[in-house]
């Protein structure tokens, strides 16, 4: 049997009348990044709340380094896990300097010891010369850093992190990204990261899960979940789709870009992704472009049926090719490319 850094089963938690998480389960692997994609309010935080012990249960159990944690009666608390948290503010101790602040949970070890492994641990996020400046006295980019440091000096088996590049300029979170991963592998700890962000948790994810209203689409490895998402949803969480109304029947769904097989009758969406659909100028094509976008290698088209009606498809082409606003085109699809979900 496989012992995983973190297991939750059939989770449930209700505030009031909402239900935050309605039977969740997920695993985390041992020295493996996942990735919990989903919209505000799908509750994502409450998930992470709940594996840390800062949240109480209505069912279901957690299971951390094999251990059980948490279930309706126990509530193990947070500092007794082998969970380390990083926080979307990275709530680190204001009054405490950097170094001070990666000692607290080592509460355990001499004071010699405690200084000696934090300031290893600063070291290692690339923050040696910084161990003396106070929280408001580091960038956010640090703070960051402060905060994995703070997480990982313990030596857990996992961290949970909620949102950890949101509050970062753009430009640094490329580098911190690659540095956390670095860091993580080189420690072999197990990370839980929350992101709204789809293309930033691709980057740094091994398996991804998605969570709507309280449950989880689909999860499993990031290519997977691309190439055959579930459900529209699950499909809109890793990157662009466009989809069309149709109606199946007999196995199959007409639409304006070919005939598809359906697995269901009855009415359908149709979709597929701006990088999957084909496009090739033709004066007998049937759409027409209504507009382009994008100022690099690729530009993404917004197109339409020459007869102005019907649903807008965006397709995405090489930019040095890219039709010209008003040029009529024909679409076309690979069939794998193509999903077919129930309305
Ligand atoms: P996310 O992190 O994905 O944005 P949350 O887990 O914060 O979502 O919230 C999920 C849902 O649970 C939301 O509808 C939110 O309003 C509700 N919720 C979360 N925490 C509480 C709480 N302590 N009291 C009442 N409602 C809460
Ligand atoms: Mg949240």
Request: glycine letters at 10%; hydrophobic letters at 45%; a negative charge.
């Amino acid at each position: 049997m496989i012992t995983f850094a973190l297991e939750a089963c059939n989770l449930s938690r209700t505030f009031g009348t909402v239900k935050a998480l309605d039977d969740v389960s997920l695993s985390l692997e041992a020295g493996k990044v996942l990735a919990l994609l989903g919209q505000s309010g799908s509750g994502k935080s409450t998930l992470l709340r709940v594996l840390a012990g800062l949240e109480s249960l209505d069912a279901g159990e957690v299971y951390a380094d094999g251990r059980l944690v948490s279930d309706v009666r126990t509530t193990v608390p947070p500092e007794k896990r082998p969970l380390g948290m990083v926080f979307q503010d990275y709530a680190l101790f204001p009054h405490l300097t950097a170094l001070a602040n990666v000692a607290f949970g080592l509460g355990h070890l001499g004071k010699p010891e405690r200084r000696a492994l934090a300031a290893s641990w600063l070291e290692r996020v690339g923050l040696s010369n910084r161990g003396g400046a106070f929280p408001h006295e580091l960038s956010g980019g640090e703070q960051q850093r402060v905060a994995l440091a703070r997480a990982l000096a313990p030596n857990p088996r996992a961290i949970l992190m909620d949102e950890p590049f949101s509050g970062l300029d753009p430009h640094l979170r490329a580098d911190l990204q690659s540095s956390m991963l670095a860091t993580l592998a080189e420690a072999g700890v197990a990370a839980l990261i929350v992101s709204h962000d789809t293309e930033e948790a691709l980057a740094v994810a091994d398996q991804v899960a998605i969570i709507e209203h309280g449950r989880i689409l689909q999860s499993g490895l990031p290519r997977d979940v691309y190439r055959a998402p579930k459900s529209l949803e699950a499909a809109r969480a890793l990157g662009a789709v466009w989809s069309l109304d149709g109606l199946a029947q007999n196995g199959q769904v007409a639409t304006r870009l070919g005939t598809f097989e359906s697995p269901f009758d009855g009415p359908v969406v149709v979709c597929s992704r701006p990088e999957a659909t084909l496009v090739t100028a033709s004066d007998s094509g049937q759409f027409n472009v209504i507009d382009r976008r994008g100022v690099g290698r690729f530009m993404t088209l917004k197109l339409q049926g020459v007869t102005g009606d019907g649903a807008f498809i965006t397709a995405q082409v090489e930019a040095k090719t890219a039709p010209e606003i008003g040029q009529h085109v024909a679409l076309s699809l690979l069939p794998e490319d193509v999903f077919v979900f129930k309305a």
